[in-house]
């Protein structure tokens, strides 16, 4: 899976009004913005906790990004004098990213996932106001109503959180 790095430059002139989803037969990696985020998953503000798809292979994997702004409502609590995205957040961001490639399955395009379980997941860094989050989730198992994914979520290359995530799909 190639990652983009801010070296590289984009071709968004394919982009249209409809999510920009790469086939299982196309090799290029597509970007989706934050417009053909929300065609694919039903969360909205403040919940919504992915900005962008920088890459995404079909029935593999997906890369997405979080920018942590200080303006995030949950860093009005957690914690007053010294800011910290929750934890639970942070797997909510990796099942979102992960929720993008379980939509594209065949057959599973109306489908919603939803929390199933989640195992080994562990924290190593915490992610502050201005991180720039960088969420990669592979497919490791795809059944017809349920889903495996690992989950890695990276600031500045370095890991801040990792696990597995299962998903249960219902029909929307």
């Not at 995205?85 to 099942?95: D, Q, R, S, T």
Request: with cysteine.
């Amino acid at each position: 899976m190639s990652t983009l790095t801010e070296e590289t430059t984009i071709n968004t002139s394919n982009l249209n009004s409809e999510p920009a989803v790469a086939t299982a037969e196309s090799e290029a990696s597509k970007i989706l913005m934050i417009e053909d985020i929300q065609k694919l998953l039903p969360h909205r503000y403040p919940f919504l906790l992915v900005d962008r798809i920088i890459d995404f292979v079909p029935n593999k994997s997906a890369t997405g990004i979080k920018n942590v702004t200080f303006n995030e409502p949950f860093f009005q609590g957690h914690f007053p004098n010294r800011p910290i995205m929750p934890g639970v957040l942070i797997v909510e961001a990796m099942a979102q990213v992960g929720g993008i490639v379980l939509r594209h399955l065949p057959g599973m395009e109306d489908q919603l996932s939803l929390f199933a379980g989640i195992d080994k997941v562990r924290f190593r860094r915490p992610v502050v106001p201005g991180d720039r989050l960088t969420i990669t989730t592979e497919l490791l198992v795809s059944r017809k109503r349920f889903g495996k994914m690992h989950g890695r979520a990276e600031v500045d290359g370095q890991l801040a959180c990792e696990g597995e995530l299962m998903f249960s799909l219902v029909t929307l």
